[in-house]
Structure formats: C-alpha cells, structure tokens
C-alpha cells in the first residue's frame, strides 16, 4: 500500500508524492524526481526535517533523528501519509 509525503518548501508550497512500505522518505522522493540534500546513511543530518503530521518508522542503524529532533529523512520510513517540511530543501530532477 503506497502513503503520500507531502513537503513543504520555505513558503510552504506542496509537492506530493507516493512512498512504498519499503522505501525511506528520500528514496520515494527520488522516484518522484526530487533530489534530497542527502548522504543516505543518517551522518550528515543535510536531510532533516521537521514532521508535521503523520508518523514514520525509524531504520536500523545510525540515528534517524538529529539533535534538534529532525526527522532524518534517509533514515526514515513512512507509517501513515505524511508532511514534513525539509530544513534545507532539496532539487527538482523530474
């Protein structure tokens, strides 16, 4: 069953895209054609962002939040649709 995320930019304009069950949050961006500032294993924190509804499942491994609370977003997955508003934004590829 796919979940929606739905990122906010700084003026909170949407963009809305699926998630697998199996995908973290930047990889489903990534099939929609967006490029997360990302290092993909959870070090750098460039993908945190701050959850405004929903709920995620962390992965294994490194943090999957940063000291402020962030979301990781290379180290999360989605458990119900979501909005999250990414600290440094990211890049249209699509």
Same mark, same amino acid.
């Given at each position: 069953?796919? %979940?929606?995320? #739905? %990122?906010? $930019?700084?003026?909170? =304009?949407?963009? =809305?895209?699926? /998630?697998? !069950? ?8 990534? $099939?929609? &054609? *967006?490029?997360?500032?990302? /290092?993909?294993?959870?070090? /750098? &924190?460039?993908? @945190?962002?701050?959850?405004? #509804?929903?709920? #995620?499942? !962390? ?7 940063? @000291?402020?609370? $962030?979301? %990781? *977003?290379?180290?999360? =997955? @989605? ?6 508003? !990414? ?5 249209? #590829? &699509?």
């Amino acid at each position: 069953m796919a %979940l929606y995320i #739905t %990122l906010l $930019d700084k003026d909170n =304009r949407e963009i =809305r895209f699926s /998630c697998g !069950p199996d995908q973290t949050i930047a990889d489903a961006a990534e $099939d929609a &054609g *967006l490029r997360l500032i990302s /290092c993909a294993s959870g070090y /750098c &924190g460039a993908c @945190a962002a701050q959850l405004i #509804t929903g709920e #995620t499942i !962390p992965s294994t491994g490194s943090s999957s939040q940063n @000291a402020a609370g $962030d979301l %990781l *977003l290379c180290r999360q =997955r @989605a458990k119900s649709d979501l909005v999250v508003k !990414p600290r440094f934004g990211w890049i249209k #590829t &699509g």
